[in-house]
């Protein structure tokens, strides 16, 4: 039987419902919106795009959106003096830096220098940390957005085995930490890992954060599985292909027919991240303003 395709879009909406929902309640008590400021060094076209969405559905979710869009040249001290300043406004409930910084600009002294209660994309060491022992921080987007999915489906991850290829701080390492934490028995994988085919085929739960297009083959999961695709790649267009065709880190046709479930890439995870940044915006100011 082919696998159930996980929405992401359905998901996010639903997700969004909740948001909204949650900030009409934070207005209605506080006299403001949840406000989330942007910060966009340079004119990286991707950032823009991202940055551009974010504002978009903050301001679908009644949640207050600025962006404040810096020159390329901005030198360390004004970017550090404008966070210090977000840090300090109480109407900033969630800051986010769009990452890549141009690369003058040293990302961990800036992501060091956000506020933590502030800090939407959950990347600053004291919510990494919080995430290593256990303790409720600000969870980074893209690995909470995983496993919405598997909260979603009431999957029950205990005792399961999960195989989370890709071990960066944006993706792979918080979502180790939250499949454990859900009591699975977790291996990362990486580009130094020997015989990938071997780890996924033992793998009841699949979570792919690499890159790189198609990488996992549908052959090699074992029947039933659960795959999670972050993966967003660009493919160069083949012949009679429409240009810049998406797709994920697993070959999705194959994997289709033997999973149990599946993300689509795209419409899976990419939809979620917002989604739950969106979240955090409100979560962060419920905390702040309790
Ligand atoms: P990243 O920082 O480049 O990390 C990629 C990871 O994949 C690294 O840990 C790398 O291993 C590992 N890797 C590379 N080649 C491998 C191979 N052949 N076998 C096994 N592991 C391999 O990327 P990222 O930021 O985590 O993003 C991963 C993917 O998710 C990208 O396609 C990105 O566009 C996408 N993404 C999507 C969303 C979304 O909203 N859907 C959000 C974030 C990212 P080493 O550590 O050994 O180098």
Same mark, same amino acid.
Request: hydrophobic residues 40%; proline residues 7%; glycine residues 10%.
């Given at each position: 039987?082919?696998?159930?395709?996980?929405?992401?879009?359905?998901?996010?909406?639903?997700?969004?419902?909740?948001?909204?929902?949650?900030?009409?309640?934070?207005?209605?008590?506080?006299?403001? *919106?949840?406000?989330?400021?942007?910060?966009?060094?340079?004119?990286?076209?991707?950032?823009?795009?991202?940055?551009?969405?974010?504002?978009?559905?903050?301001?679908?979710?009644?949640? &207050?959106?600025?962006?404040?869009?810096?020159?390329?040249?901005?030198?360390?001290?004004?970017?550090?003096?404008?966070?210090?300043?977000?840090? *300090?406004?109480?109407?900033?409930?969630?800051?986010?830096?769009?990452?890549?910084?141009?690369?003058?600009?040293?990302?961990?002294?800036?992501?060091?220098?956000?506020?933590?209660?502030?800090?939407?994309?959950?990347?600053?060491?004291?919510?990494?940390?919080?995430?290593?022992?256990?303790?409720?921080?600000?969870?980074?987007?893209?690995?909470?957005?995983?496993?919405?999915?598997?909260?979603?489906? &009431?999957?029950?991850?205990?005792?399961?085995?999960?195989?989370?290829?890709?071990?960066?701080?944006?993706?792979?390492?918080?979502?180790?930490?939250?499949?454990?934490?859900?009591?699975?028995?977790?291996?990362?994988?990486?580009?130094?890992?020997?015989?990938?085919?071997?780890?996924?085929?033992?793998?009841?739960?699949?979570?792919?954060?690499?890159?790189?297009?198609?990488?996992?083959?549908?052959?090699?999961?074992?029947?039933?599985?659960?795959?999670?695709?972050?993966?967003?790649?660009?493919?160069?267009?083949?012949?009679?292909?429409?240009?810049?065709?998406?797709?994920?880190?697993?070959?999705?046709?194959?994997?289709?027919?033997?999973?149990?479930?599946?993300?689509?890439?795209?419409?899976?995870?990419?939809?979620?991240?917002?989604?739950?940044?969106?979240?955090?915006?409100?979560?962060?100011?419920?905390?702040?303003?309790?």
């Amino acid at each position: 039987m082919p696998a159930e395709i996980l929405d992401g879009r359905a998901l996010a909406r639903r997700t969004r419902k909740d948001v909204r929902v949650r900030a009409k309640r934070f207005k209605r008590k506080h006299g403001r *919106a949840p406000g989330l400021d942007v910060v966009l060094v340079g004119d990286d076209p991707a950032s823009q795009v991202y940055v551009g969405a974010k504002e978009r559905m903050a301001g679908k979710c009644h949640i &207050e959106g600025r962006v404040h869009r810096l020159p390329v040249e901005t030198p360390m001290d004004a970017l550090l003096a404008l966070i210090a300043t977000l840090n *300090a406004d109480e109407n900033v409930d969630g800051i986010l830096v769009q990452l890549p910084l141009p690369s003058h600009l040293d990302e961990g002294v800036v992501v060091d220098a956000i506020d933590p209660r502030k800090d939407v994309d959950g990347l600053h060491p004291v919510n990494a940390g919080a995430l290593v022992v256990g303790r409720s921080g600000l969870t980074p987007c893209t690995p909470t957005g995983c496993m919405r999915f598997l909260e979603d489906i &009431e999957y029950d991850l205990s005792g399961k085995r999960a195989l989370v290829v890709g071990r960066s701080i944006l993706v792979g390492k918080p979502v180790a930490l939250m499949l454990l934490a859900k009591n699975a028995t977790v291996s990362i994988a990486h580009s130094r890992t020997k015989d990938l085919e071997s780890r996924v085929r033992e793998s009841d739960v699949i979570v792919a954060a690499v890159g790189r297009p198609e990488l996992i083959q549908g052959a090699w999961l074992k029947e039933g599985a659960v795959v999670i695709d972050v993966g967003i790649n660009r493919l160069e267009p083949k012949e009679g292909e429409a240009p810049g065709t998406l797709v994920g880190d697993v070959d999705f046709a194959e994997a289709q027919e033997r999973a149990g479930y599946i993300t689509p890439v795209p419409g899976g995870v990419g939809p979620m991240t917002i989604a739950i940044l969106l979240e955090n915006t409100v979560l962060a100011a419920e905390r702040r303003n309790p």
